[in-house]
Structure formats: C-alpha cells, structure tokens
C-alpha cells in the first residue's frame, strides 16, 4: 500500500520561501511520475506540479512557473516542492500524490494515492 506524508508547511510572510517534502513507501518510486496538488478555501483542488519518474521532465501550473520548483530524489524516495517568491494567493493545503498506473499526468483524477496535505498560509 502506498503511503505519503507531506512535510514543511507554515505560515510564510509575502515573498519568502518555503520546501515541502513528500516521503513515499509502499512500492517502486523511481517508477511514477508524483505530482503536487492545493486546495484553498471554498475552492477546487487543483494542479500545482508534476515531475517525471525520472525527474527529466516537469511541468507546473501559469500561476506558478518561475516561482515554484518540484524535484525528486529517488534514493530518498521523496519529492519536493520549493516554493519561493510566495504570494498570498498560494494559501492553501498541499497535496503530494501517485497515480496507480505508469505514465505522464497532470490532473487530479488521475491520481489514485494522496497524502493528508500541510497547510501553507502566506501572510500579506
């Protein structure tokens, strides 16, 4: 059974930094592609990143391209999320997630495995 648990949430003030980490077990994670969802208040889930089994290719959402990071280190069996230059609008809960099946996706329903989310608030 595959678990993940996210780490490195808190309260950040506008324009710091913080690095969410995603530790994996229960099977291969050198082999899925691992994304990271959020989910604010009164809102949808919604894609933030996602990043290759290899860590050759990744993509992320408009709102943050330029500002967030994701990477992995398949020794460690996590994945990360650095995220810097925070705006107030990035408040909400991280999700890290694993989809059941082998290949390339970038939408939650593709993701079968979830995390229990860490909180990110970005004060103004």
């Known amino acids: 059974q595959v678990q993940l648990v996210e780490s490195g949430g808190g309260l950040v003030q506008t324009g710091g930094s913080l690095r969410l980490s995603c530790a994996a077990s229960?099977?291969?994670?050198?082999?899925?592609?691992m994304g990271w969802f959020r989910q604010a208040p009164g809102k949808e889930r919604e894609f933030v990143a996602a990043?290759?089994?290899?860590?050759?290719?990744?993509s992320c959402t408009d709102s943050v391209k330029g500002r967030f990071t994701i990477s992995r280190d398949n020794a460690k069996n996590t994945v990360y999320l650095q995220m810097n230059t925070v705006k107030p609008e990035d408040t909400a809960v991280y999700y890290c997630?694993?989809?059941?099946?082998?290949?390339?996706?970038?939408?939650?329903?593709?993701?079968?495995?979830w995390g229990q989310g860490t909180q990110v608030t970005v004060s103004s």
């Open positions: 229960g099977r291969t994670f050198s082999t899925y592609t």
């Open positions: 997630a694993a989809p059941l099946s082998l290949g390339w996706y970038t939408t939650s329903r593709a993701y079968d495995y």
């Open positions: 990043i290759s089994r290899s860590g050759g290719i990744t």
